[in-house]
């Protein structure tokens, strides 16, 4: 069974640093390219950043030179992290094999004041 479990999010202010971390299982995941989701209140969710099975990544507009994402194979683990945070960022943020849609984790919520 495919599963996500999504931590590390929480409140901070502008300009602070979080780093997110997800556990996932049920799959082939060191052959299986991975991504950080995001939504934020009245909007749809948007991908911010994917790590390829090789280590290859790429990276929303909005968040390139602030956030790095980066996984383990041996933990089956994908992190995520935020530096430079605005509140724009605010959202409550998902991991998901690559272009699925399915077995969405319950997310960590991430809440950046101005």
């Known amino acids: 069974q495919v599963q996500f479990v999504e931590s590390g999010g929480g409140l901070v202010r502008t300009g602070g640093s979080l780093r997110l971390s997800c556990a996932a299982s049920g799959f082939m995941f060191s052959i299986t390219g991975m991504g950080w989701y995001r939504q934020a209140p009245g909007y749809t969710r948007e991908l911010v950043a994917r790590i390829g099975s090789s280590g290859s990544t790429t990276y929303a507009e909005s968040v390139k030179g602030r956030f790095t994402i980066s996984r383990d194979n041996a933990k089956r683990m994908v992190y995520l992290q935020m530096d430079n945070l605005t509140p724009g960022d605010t959202a409550v943020y998902y991991c998901?094999?690559?272009?699925?849609?399915?077995?969405w984790g319950q997310g960590t919520r991430v809440t950046v004041s101005s």
């Open positions: 998901q094999r690559y272009g699925s849609d399915s077995n």
